[in-house]
């Protein structure tokens, strides 16, 4: 079956760093998005990856390895608007989505 | 501003009783879906739309249906809500060009709360 997985929850403190991680197993591989989701609101593109190595964009850079069916996303100088869930997606060989269940990590002051 | 509209934001009916989520997107993009998503876990594709084609997930219960009459519009009708139905309906599009990179952009979401 196809499985992605990645920690419920994390905590950090402002102005720190956090990674936090991604492994798939899926029916193909087409890149890897991440999203981020504030609570009650829809999820918004942060980034894709589908070569290996690290993808970097302001505060937030997402690294992949394929034959490790591994992904980070990092977040650098974090702030409390930073507060969400994170969702990692893999498309799959039909072009489909395959979604975690997200991460919600908790920024304290 | 191209965007995913969805509508209402927040919909209230009773057990049983018909309902129609609404979304319609200002980008043109061939492809739209709906998720489901409850609170703390991901996103649950029930069915999607390449141009006219439906394509209803294996485990999408009958008594969800969708439409499509045109391009802009896409509906989500629920003919009898459980309460397990209460949940967040996403609406999302997505372009077919460069297949390999298939972003889907999402509307607001629709909270649907069954009494």
């Known amino acids: 079956g196809q499985n992605i997985d990645q920690p419920t929850e994390m905590t950090a403190t402002e102005g720190a760093i956090v990674q936090i991680n991604c492994t798939y197993q899926?029916?193909?591989?087409?890149?890897l998005f991440w999203y981020q989701q504030h609570a009650g609101e829809a999820p918004t593109f942060l980034s894709y990856?589908?070569l290996d190595g690290l993808e970097e964009k302001g505060r937030f850079s997402s690294f992949l390895s394929r034959s490790k069916g591994y992904s980070y996303l990092l977040l650098k100088e974090l702030q409390m608007k930073d507060s969400a869930s994170y969702l990692c997606?893999?498309?799959?060989?039909?072009?489909?989505?395959?979604w975690g269940a997200g991460t919600k990590l908790i920024i304290k002051p | 501003d191209a965007m995913v509209i969805q509508n209402p934001r927040y919909q209230v009916t009773q057990f049983g009783k018909p309902v129609t989520l609404s979304c319609s997107q200002t980008?043109?993009?061939?492809?739209m879906y709906w998720y489901q998503q409850k609170s703390s876990q991901a996103p649950k594709l029930l069915f999607h739309?390449?141009?006219?084609?439906?394509?209803n997930e294996a485990d999408t219960p009958d008594n969800f249906q969708s439409r499509r009459p045109n391009t802009s519009f896409c509906f989500l009708d629920i003919r009898s809500p459980g309460l397990g139905d209460a949940a967040m309906y996403l609406c999302?599009?997505?372009?077919?060009?460069?297949?390999?990179?298939?972003?889907?952009?999402f509307g607001p979401g629709t909270r649907l709360t069954v009494l």
């Open positions: 980008l043109n993009h061939n492809v």
């Open positions: 899926t029916s193909g591989f087409n890149g």
């Open positions: 999302a599009t997505s372009p077919i060009g460069d297949i390999s990179y298939n972003e889907q952009f």
């Open positions: 739309y390449y141009d006219k084609d439906f394509n």
């Open positions: 997606a893999v498309s799959d060989s039909n072009y489909q989505l395959i």
């Open positions: 990856n589908v």
